[in-house]
């Protein structure tokens, strides 16, 4: 599969994101090979999520983003909601709440992992919603990917209201800007190879 991108090949920011990218490039491939999740696609995911960690505080797998108070609190260790480098929250996983966030290769494998259930998720909600069978593979993936962000099933519902996948997600373009990055990424890498 082939993806497009929005993304001039010099941009600088994601070019530092490929330099880093590389080292865990090797978890990345582990990931799409265990949950059938295209490794461009991964490759977006990590990008979008912290710029492979160059965006978190402080830059690298250890690091935390979205430091925002929800409903005023924040989590007890003090640290940012999102974890490590795929930023898996800190409310809604265990995972997120043990240590093992901050390995790249573990927080990578559990991102993946979450992407996957969504997409298991989307096909036997397609059975039963007549607006979520009608999705094409691709907006079912770009569902999944809206799922991570938003939840899946508040996506499910946007779907079905005629909404818009991306309509309920941080700044409204989720899944397409990740799919443009992973297009990014596949083309940087594929050159370069």
């Not at 999520?49 to 003090?78: F, I, N, Q, V």
């Not at 700044?171 to 940087?188: I, K």
Request: hydrophobic fraction near 35%.
């Amino acid at each position: 599969m082939f993806f497009e991108t929005m993304y001039e090949p010099d941009n600088k920011s994601l070019l530092k994101q490929l330099g880093v990218y590389e080292q865990y490039h090797p978890y990345v491939v582990e990931a799409s090979e265990k949950y059938n999740i295209n490794p461009w696609v991964i490759a977006g995911i990590g990008s979008r999520e912290s710029h492979w960690g160059l965006a978190l505080k402080p830059k690298g797998p250890g690091g935390t983003g979205d430091h925002g108070h929800r409903k005023g609190k924040m989590p007890l260790d003090g640290l940012g909601w999102g974890r490590g480098l795929l930023q898996v929250d800190y409310f809604y996983h265990e995972f997120a709440r043990t240590d093992n966030w901050k390995d790249p290769r573990e927080n990578i494998l559990y991102g993946v992992s979450l992407v996957s259930k969504n997409l298991i998720y989307l096909r036997r909600v397609a059975l039963k919603q007549a607006a979520i069978a009608a999705l094409g593979e691709e907006e079912i993936l770009r569902a999944a990917l809206s799922g991570y962000n938003a939840g899946p099933t508040r996506v499910m519902h946007s779907i079905c209201r005629d909404k818009g996948i991306d309509s309920c997600t941080t700044g409204g373009d989720y899944s397409a800007d990740v799919l443009s990055r992973a297009g990014w990424f596949q083309r940087a890498l594929l050159v370069s190879t």
